[in-house]
């Protein structure tokens, strides 16, 4: 793996090169990750111009959620506890003789970037902008085999959880339950807080899970993830509780259906991220539920779980092959119950068998 991270610190050189900048600070902590291999806590690194440097405020613990740093790269413990390593790296690229510096100008607050400033005034600052998120977007086959992973402990969470008893249960109870068991089958952690919603909870689109007990008829929708070697997927589905569908919920579900397949459809390298959005947003705007949609039917995930590519209206750019994306258009009638169907899914060229579909538990309306 050492050669994968050195060839991404390589590109990165490069870009920084072109732009007229010797040296580069990288310290938002999934770039970190990405260009080094692990991110301890607080760590930054430093591309500069004669050595890459990684720049830790207190020796690493090994914790494997923070990754393992590519064991070429020097790493350096600051002297001086709870000092910044942001401002030790910018007095380092001077020390080294770097005229310029491009840093992570959306990471990095005002008092931070000050700070850069008084220990290297003669250093000319850079905004590196999003170039390692852009790196990040199109992934290779080891890093989608760690998705496949995520997306494997994730269906496997789910599937278990639908074999037990429901009725009764709190939405937190199920949430707690659903992150245990993603641990329990070699997750990291969760890629993020799980959602469980029940009955008119399910009308909300940011529902965090409460105490409501579960309920016969309910509609019961729960959106959850595993973070894999830090890789996160993401899996969103919505059954019926206990008793058959009314027409009302079986209408519902079935039209998000239809829009999560458009949008799984128009996956295809060279497409539009809007007109991925529009293939499902448009059903959905047909048929009277526009207000109130999502702002986007889905994003990049990755070392992140939402990052490049935004699936939106407005958004600009063109689909490549071997990008992870979400599909999760959702319809949300508040007081009532809502629909949401979530995949993760890797852009295929037809050639190779279309959108790779990462997360596998079944899309029938069930009544569990």
């Known amino acids: 793996m050492s050669e994968v991270f050195a060839v991404r610190r390589g590109l990165l050189r490069d870009r920084c090169a072109a732009a007229g900048s010797a040296a580069a600070l990288v310290s938002r902590p999934a770039n970190v990750r990405y260009l080094a291999g692990g991110a301890p806590l607080g760590a930054v690194l430093l591309l500069g111009p004669a050595e890459d440097v990684l720049l830790c405020p207190r020796a690493p613990t090994g914790d494997p959620a923070e990754g393992r740093p590519d064991e070429v790269l020097r790493q350096a413990v600051l002297p001086v506890p709870d000092a910044d390593p942001v401002v030790a790296a910018a ?5 080294l003789g770097a005229e310029s510096l491009a840093v992570e100008e959306h990471d990095l607050t005002v008092a931070r970037h000050r700070a850069m400033g008084s220990v290297a005034p003669r250093l000319r600052m850079a905004d590196l902008g999003s170039a390692v998120e852009q790196l990040r977007i199109v992934k290779d086959e080891e890093e989608i085999a760690c998705l496949r992973i995520a997306a494997e402990i994730t269906d496997q969470a789910l599937g278990e959880l639908l074999e037990s008893i429901l009725v009764g249960r709190t939405e937190r109870h199920l949430a ?6 993603l641990v329990d089958h070699g997750a990291d952690g969760p890629a993020f807080a799980t959602s469980v919603a029940t009955g008119p909870n399910s009308g909300q689109r940011r529902h965090r899970p409460s105490d409501r007990r579960v309920e016969e008829g309910d509609f019961l929708s729960v959106c959850l993830g595993a973070n894999y070697r830090g890789y996160r997927c993401e899996i969103g589905r919505t059954f019926v509780i206990g008793t058959t569908p009314a027409d009302w919920q079986i209408e ?5 259906f ?11 390298p060279g497409a539009a991220y809007r007109d991925v959005d529009h293939a499902a947003r448009h059903l959905l705007d047909s048929a009277g539920y526009g207000e109130g949609l999502a702002a ?7 070392l992140e779980i939402d990052e490049d590519p935004q699936l939106a209206p407005t958004a600009m750019g063109k689909l490549d092959a071997c990008v992870p994306v979400t599909v999760e258009p959702g319809v949300h009638l508040p007081g009532r119950g809502g629909v949401r169907i979530d995949d993760t899914l890797v852009v295929r060229p037809e050639a190779d068998g279309g959108p790779e579909l990462l997360t596998i538990t079944t899309k029938e309306l069930l009544a569990l």
């Not at 986007?296 to 990755?302: A, I, N, Q, R």
């Open 91 to 95: 007095d380092l690229a001077a020390s």
């Open 176 to 181: 707690l339950e659903l992150e245990r068991r």
């Open 296 to 302: 986007w039917t889905g994003h990049g995930v990755g």
């Open 258 to 268: 239809a829009a999560q397949r458009a949008g799984r459809e128009a996956l295809v």
């Open 252 to 256: 519902l579900y079935d039209l998000v």
